[in-house]
């Protein structure tokens, strides 16, 4: 018995019943047969499916939990660098679940949801009719939705265009009507970070910057009930080569513009107006923000202009789909030519 009871005791880690043994000899066989019954009941130590049985069974998680893991895991040391892929294709199928092997890719990354690494990603497109032939481009307002986006969304309706928003996460949720409002009506809305942080700052950790981008993109999705494009836009427009790197990994397209309204600067309605009728070219990404006032104010002029210049307003992925653009996770796109 005492043997059995030093037995039990250097296995009393695998369960958490094995420890403290009663000096009592009734109770010590009480204890030995309890110990034995939950070793038995445990049986994963040594089991040949051991830990692989529990991944498989584990279910696929979604962004959000991910992002919460890894508000729990903050302090594990720093993610290891992701080298670059470039070698990678899209004709690599991506792994199923499970066969991840690279830890904080496995970590991160939620395969039903997001594309591999270098993978070409579709965007959404309209079921509407846009003439390839003739030109055409994309507005896009960054920062909202504010007071002035509604008049925006007014705007477009009444000259049958079609535009694209990139919202801070932080805002989505207070403006969830006009979030889901921008969707119902054929806009497209991306993301554009949670706090506006610039992606590459040296004060952001790649796990700030993974989750800056998660976040956002989970937001939208979790208000307007369906998937998003994946593709973000970087605040200020800030891309290095780390923020290319984890992108990729991530399986998200970089979109900026070619043309800059400079409204963040002149807020000024006939400027905003002017820039644009002097610059505007076929295929053309235009930057605005719908959180100024007179931003909004010029697109009562802007985009009647565009619609008699003979453009068509196309959302990004209507822009990219038509411009035979194949969206690749990690590049970063200005137009569509
Ligand atoms: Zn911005």
């Given at each position: 018995?005492?043997?059995?009871?030093?037995?039990?005791?250097?296995?009393?880690?695998?369960?958490?019943?094995?420890?403290?043994?009663?000096?009592?000899?009734?109770?010590?066989?009480?204890?030995?047969?309890?110990?034995?019954?939950?070793?038995?009941?445990?049986?994963?130590?040594?089991?040949?499916?051991?830990?692989?049985?529990?991944?498989?069974?584990?279910?696929?998680?979604?962004?959000?939990?991910?992002?919460?893991?890894?508000?729990?895991?903050?302090?594990?040391?720093?993610?290891?660098?992701?080298?670059?892929?470039?070698?990678?294709?899209?004709?690599?199928?991506?792994?199923?679940?499970?066969?991840?092997?690279?830890?904080?890719?496995?970590?991160?990354?939620?395969?039903?949801?997001?594309?591999?690494?270098?993978?070409?990603?579709?965007?959404?497109?309209?079921?509407?009719?846009?003439?390839?032939?003739?030109?055409?481009?994309?507005?896009?307002?960054?920062?909202?939705?504010?007071?002035?986006?509604?008049?925006?969304?007014?705007?477009?309706?009444?000259?049958?265009?079609?535009?694209?928003?990139?919202?801070?996460?932080?805002?989505?949720?207070?403006?969830?009507?006009?979030?889901?409002?921008?969707?119902?009506?054929g806009h497209e809305v991306l993301g554009h970070t949670v706090s506006h942080r610039s992606l590459t700052s040296s004060s952001l950790s790649e796990r700030d910057i993974r989750r800056e981008i998660l976040e956002a993109h989970g937001a939208i999705e979790a208000i307007i009930g369906t998937p998003i494009a994946p593709m973000f836009r970087p605040p200020y427009g800030n891309v290095n080569q780390r923020l290319r790197d984890v992108s990729r990994d991530l399986g998200f397209a970089i979109v900026n513009w070619d043309i800059d309204t400079q409204d963040w600067r002149s807020r000024?309605?006939?400027?905003?107006?002017?820039?644009?009728?002097?610059?505007?070219?076929?295929?053309?990404?235009?930057?605005?923000?719908?959180?100024?006032?007179?931003?909004?104010?010029?697109?009562?002029?802007?985009?009647?202009?565009?619609?008699?210049?003979?453009?068509?307003?196309?959302?990004?992925?209507?822009?990219?789909?038509?411009?035979?653009?194949?969206?690749?996770?990690?590049?970063?796109?200005?137009?569509?030519?």
């Amino acid at each position: 018995m005492k043997k059995a009871q030093e037995e039990m005791r250097g296995k009393g880690g695998l369960c958490p019943s094995g420890g403290r043994i009663l000096t009592s000899k009734v109770y010590t066989y009480i204890v030995c047969i309890l110990v034995m019954l939950s070793l038995a009941a445990c049986g994963t130590a040594g089991s040949p499916l051991g830990e692989d049985s529990t991944r498989l069974l584990r279910p696929v998680r979604s962004v959000g939990e991910v992002l919460g893991e890894e508000v729990a895991g903050q302090a594990t040391a720093a993610a290891p660098t992701i080298p670059a892929t470039s070698s990678i294709g899209p004709e690599i199928p991506a792994p199923e679940d499970g066969d991840w092997t690279d830890p904080p890719t496995e970590e991160e990354r939620s395969p039903e949801m997001l594309p591999s690494p270098g993978q070409i990603i579709g965007g959404n497109v309209n079921n509407r009719r846009i003439d390839p032939s003739r030109p055409m481009l994309a507005l896009t307002f960054d920062d909202g939705p504010s007071a002035h986006t509604s008049k925006i969304l007014d705007l477009l309706d009444t000259y049958g265009g079609k535009a694209t928003f990139f919202v801070i996460a932080s805002r989505v949720e207070r403006n969830a009507s006009t979030i889901r409002r921008m969707a119902d009506e054929g806009h497209e809305v991306l993301g554009h970070t949670v706090s506006h942080r610039s992606l590459t700052s040296s004060s952001l950790s790649e796990r700030d910057i993974r989750r800056e981008i998660l976040e956002a993109h989970g937001a939208i999705e979790a208000i307007i009930g369906t998937p998003i494009a994946p593709m973000f836009r970087p605040p200020y427009g800030n891309v290095n080569q780390r923020l290319r790197d984890v992108s990729r990994d991530l399986g998200f397209a970089i979109v900026n513009w070619d043309i800059d309204t400079q409204d963040w600067r002149s807020r000024n309605a006939e400027a905003i107006h002017g820039v644009v009728e002097k610059n505007v070219r076929n295929r053309s990404i235009i930057l605005a923000h719908d959180i100024h006032a007179p931003t909004a104010e010029s697109m009562e002029t802007v985009i009647p202009m565009l619609v008699e210049m003979g453009y068509q307003l196309v959302t990004l992925s209507e822009l990219m789909h038509f411009s035979n653009k194949e969206l690749t996770a990690g590049n970063l796109y200005t137009h569509g030519r």
